[in-house]
């Protein structure tokens, strides 16, 4: 059974930090580009971060660049989204993704998302 299970959402001040994590199950998730994606109410769902299969190369919204930083431990199937410095704005739903890419053969899983919302 294919399966991302996120954790680490939650109630947190602005400028404060959150980690969220991703533990994948039931596909070859050390083949997959993983990214996260959020959607806040009324806006449409985004890119947040990507990270390789290899873990070599990661990308970034502009929004989020020198805040946001996406890992992966391929030993524990899991993906991270270490958040600093949160603004409200930052307040989403945030999604775990994962894409297995060969050729023009493209798969995508996405886990069932994670509340994050940033208030005083």
């Known amino acids: 059974q294919v399966q991302l299970v996120e954790s680490g959402g939650g109630l947190v001040q602005p400028g404060g930090s959150a980690k969220l994590s991703c533990e994948a199950s039931?596909?070859?998730?050390?083949?997959?580009?993983m990214s996260w994606h959020r959607q806040a109410p009324g806006k449409e769902r985004e890119l947040v971060a990507a990270?390789?299969?290899?873990?070599?190369?990661?990308n970034y919204v502009n929004s989020v660049k020198g805040r946001f930083t996406i890992s992966r431990d391929d030993d524990k199937n899991t993906v991270y989204l270490q958040m600093t410095s949160l603004k409200p704005e930052d307040t989403a739903v945030y999604y775990c993704?994962?894409?297995?890419?060969?050729?023009?053969?493209?798969?995508?899983?996405w886990g069932q998302g994670t509340q994050v919302t940033v208030s005083s």
């Open positions: 993704h994962a894409q297995y890419r060969l050729l023009t053969y493209v798969r995508d899983y």
């Open positions: 990270i390789t299969s290899t873990g070599g190369s990661t």
């Open positions: 039931g596909f070859a998730f050390n083949r997959c580009t």
